[in-house]
């Protein structure tokens, strides 16, 4: 996804260090992630702005409340390494991971032209991105809630969209049409398909 470049180490600017983190997922998956020293980064320099908005947690109550009520369909998705996509505006530096260093050019860094995790600002440049991309595939946002997005066509049914960073759920009363909008978004990003909803956000959920 061209994530850095490899270049040689800026005398005049900071470069910051990173680690890997290892975690165990609920699903029994055994996950590896790189993750940037974020808290070296200076202010004006390697971040402006880091406020990242997120989707409510009692709107995900009450979407899945709704979706009882109604008989609704539920189905979801997780974007993988999804800060990864979205596009750096400022200038970051970073030594080369440990394990992965290039043979012959240990004495280089990366500069990152995307988000890593750890970083001040991934989270809200993912949500950018998220935002412009929904935009696109016919979504509109709540204004009251960052993380809702509303697919609506004249003559079909509503589908509704709740994203937490990169887990999202889809709700409407086409299962057709919520397969083929859900479809369209797993084209523009890479996607694990969780199908019927049966977790979220450490919520399990059972339908009787």
């Known amino acids: ?26 699903d029994g998956r055994q996950k590896a992630r790189l993750v940037a020293k974020g808290f070296s980064q200076v202010e004006g320099v390697g971040y402006s702005d880091i406020y990242s908005p997120v989707g409510r947690f009692e709107t ?50 990366c500069r990152l032209r995307r988000a890593l995790y750890g970083l001040k600002q991934a ?10 991309s929904m935009k696109d595939l016919g979504f509109k946002r709540l204004q009251s ?30 299962k057709a049409l919520i397969a083929k909008v859900k479809a369209d978004f797993m084209k523009k990003w890479e996607c694990r398909d969780l199908g019927e909803a049966r ?6 959920i059972e339908r009787h």
């Open 1 to 26: 996804r061209h994530v850095y470049d490899l270049v040689d180490r800026p005398k005049d600017r900071k470069v910051i260090k990173n680690r890997w983190v290892f975690d165990v997922k609920s």
């Open 123 to 132: 989270g809200l440049v993912w949500w950018k991105t998220l935002n412009k």
């Open 145 to 174: 809630d960052a993380g809702v997005f509303v697919y609506t066509k004249t003559g079909s049914a509503p589908v509704v969209a709740v994203v937490y960073v990169d887990d999202a759920l889809f709700f409407g009363p086409d």
């Open 60 to 109: 995900v109550r009450l979407m899945l409340a709704l979706a009882a009520v109604e008989g609704w369909h539920i189905t979801g998705l997780d974007v993988r390494n999804a800060y990864l996509y979205g596009e750096l505006e400022e200038e970051i530096f970073m030594e080369q991971p440990d394990g992965f260093k290039v043979p012959g050019q240990e004495h280089k860094v």
């Open 199 to 204: 977790e979220f956000l450490r919520m399990r």
